[in-house]
Each structure stands twice: as structure tokens, then as C-alpha cells.
């Protein structure tokens, strides 16, 4: 099949993986695009939103339709690393035998990421980063494709793990939750509280999902849009000569080098997904709210005039 016919394939594809979400899941689309923008870029996400939205659902229902395995891992205080990844254990024989942990799966879902210690967190992120993990000297590789997505609770902060920077940017996408609108709670509500459940039917295959990610990598993108990607990310940095006084008064850190990269990678989904041949400017913006979100660090001004990532970003653009 061409690239081209491959495109079109995909965009069919997509439109069904969307219907059957909606089957289950209320509203949050523009939460289901990001999510589905990631997967097929072959990045990681993050989720963050009170609780009660749903997210493990959406989660669940985005791994059914896409035919995928999925494991959901509850992130505690006392969770160890070997509660994820797994551990040797000695068989009857009296020989190490490798037990795999949940991290073997296609599509982790990592709950209240921010409720383990940094230990926990790293060897997630390792495995997020290598596609890999090591357990007592030996090197297994996870099943492709392989996503997580994290959630974060924004308050009750007291007693979290914070994710440090260098591992928020890990993750392609920082994906906000909001309530439903009045309409969609009662819709959620009616659909609920019956005894009729609907069926999820797998689209994709694993192996599907790894052509369509092969496909976007081969997504020709002219250099102009590269240069607009770059140059966006360049302005988040206060130190750097493109930043406006805008930036220099409410951020103290910019985006590194991988937001760029993911500008890129999410902008090719992006037109792929809406049947473009090869992105444009438009593209960029598109996913560049989710991308910088969680990248840029406000100050203390920003703080106390109540600036938001949103807002910079916006104004960036």
C-alpha cells in the first residue's frame, strides 16, 4: 500500500476508533484527540484532572478499541520498582525464573503518578524512555507499541511526589481534564445509573498501530514549519534573544530540545489524522498548547497575577 493510500486508511480508521470511544465516553474530545495524537506519534501522556472524570474509563475504552493489552497500575507511597517491572524469583528447580510486572503490557495506565517516590517514578520512566527494562543485570525489551499515561490529581498535594522537570518532559502531551458541561453530566449520568452496557469492538491490531507510528515518522515537513516549531520553542526560553518581555517577566525556565521534536512529531499526526500529505503551520499550533504546557516554568509573578501556562502559550502563539 502507498504512503498515500496508507493516509487515507488511516483517517477511516481514526474516524471509527472515535465513534467507538464515544460509545462509552461522554464529550472530551479534544481529551480523546490528544490521547490519540500521542499514541500514534508514539509518545507518552499526561493526564491531569480531578478525580471522578473518568480518566481510567477513557483509558480502559481508547486500549479496547484499539485492541491493545492494557494494565492499570495504582501509584502508593509504598509501591517499589519490582512492583512494576518484576522480579527473579527462585523456582522448584532452584533456578532464577523472571516474574514480568505490569510494566509488559501495551498501554499502562499510571495512576496518582505523583503519590510514589522518586525511585518508583524512575523506573517507569526509564522503561517510558528505553522501551526496556533491567532487572538484575538482564535486559528485556516491552511489547510494542507501548504508551503510558499518567494521571495527576491537582490538589491534595500534601504527601505527593512532585515529578521533577527532566521527567515531565518525558511526556509528549500534558493533557487537562475538565468537568463535563451540564448537558454531557446528564447524558453521563443517564447512561450510567442503567442496566445497559455498551460493547467496545477492537480496530487496530499491534501491529497496525506500529505501521501507522512508521508512517507519520516518514511524513515529508517543510522546512519553514521546522523553523516555526523551533523558533516558538526558542521563545519560551527568557534567556534567549527571540523571548518577548512578556516571557521575560512570568518564566524562568523555557522548553528544551525534545519540545521540539514533539511539535514536530505531533504536528505530522496531526495533519496525517485530518488527511493532510504533510503539515503545515496550522498543525503546530494545533498541539502546541499540550506540548509546552508542562515544559514551561512560571515564576512567582505569574504566580501571584494568576498568569497560566495556557495563557503564555496563547500569547505565543
Known amino acids: 500500500m502507498s504512503d498515500v493510500a496508507a493516509i487515507q486508511n488511516l483517517v477511516q480508521k481514526q474516524k471509527a476508533l472515535k465513534e467507538e470511544i464515544a460509545k462509552i465516553i461522554v464529550g472530551q474530545e479534544e481529551v480523546v484527540n490528544q490521547i490519540v495524537l500521542s499514541i500514534f506519534a508514539g509518545g507518552h501522556a499526561l493526564l491531569v484532572g480531578v478525580p471522578g472524570l473518568a480518566k481510567t474509563l477513557m483509558v480502559n475504552t481508547i486500549s479496547q478499541a484499539l485492541g491493545l493489552d492494557f494494565k492499570r497500575i495504582q501509584f502508593t507511597p509504598d509501591l517499589m520498582p519490582s512492583d512494576i517491572l518484576g522480579s527473579e524469583i527462585l523456582d522448584e528447580s532452584r533456578t532464577f525464573k523472571f516474574i514480568k510486572g505490569p510494566v509488559f503490557s501495551n498501554i499502562i495506565l499510571a495512576d496518582e503518578i505523583n503519590r510514589t517516590p522518586p525511585k518508583t517514578q524512575a523506573a517507569l520512566l526509564e522503561a517510558m524512555q528505553e522501551k526496556a527494562v533491567t532487572i538484575a543485570g538482564h535486559h528485556y525489551k516491552l511489547d510494542l507499541p507501548f504508551f503510558v499515561l499518567a494521571t495527576q490529581n491537582p490538589i491534595e498535594q500534601e504527601g505527593t511526589y512532585p515529578l521533577p522537570e527532566a521527567q515531565l518532559d518525558r511526556f509528549m502531551f500534558a493533557i487537562k481534564l ?3 458541561t ?5 447524558q453521563v449520568v443517564k447512561s450510567t445509573t442503567s442496566d445497559v452496557s455498551a460493547v467496545i469492538n477492537p480496530l487496530f491490531t499491534a501491529q497496525e ?8 515518522r516518514r511524513i515529508p515537513v517543510a ?13 519560551t526560553r527568557p534567556d534567549n534573544a527571540l523571548a518577548t518581555d512578556y ?14 521534536q514533539n511539535l514536530i512529531l505531533a504536528a505530522k499526526t496531526n495533519a496525517a489524522l ?7 503551520i496550522e498543525d503546530v499550533k494545533a498541539v502546541a498548547t499540550g506540548i509546552l504546557r508542562h515544559r514551561i516554568i512560571k515564576n512567582y509573578k505569574a504566580d501571584a497575577e494568576g498568569i497560566t501556562e495556557e495563557m503564555i502559550v496563547a500569547k505565543l502563539l
Open 178 to 180: 475538565n468537568y463535563p
Open 182 to 186: 451540564f448537558e454531557e453530566e446528564v
Open 209 to 216: 498501530i506500529i505501521d501507522f507510528q512508521h508512517l507519520i
Open 223 to 235: 522546512d519553514n514549519v521546522i523553523e516555526y516549531a523551533v523558533a516558538l520553542v526558542s521563545k
Open 247 to 260: 516571557v521575560k517577566n512570568y518564566l524562568d525556565w523555557g522548553a528544551g530540545p525534545r519540545a521540539s
Open 274 to 280: 485530518n488527511g493532510k500529505f504533510s503539515p503545515d
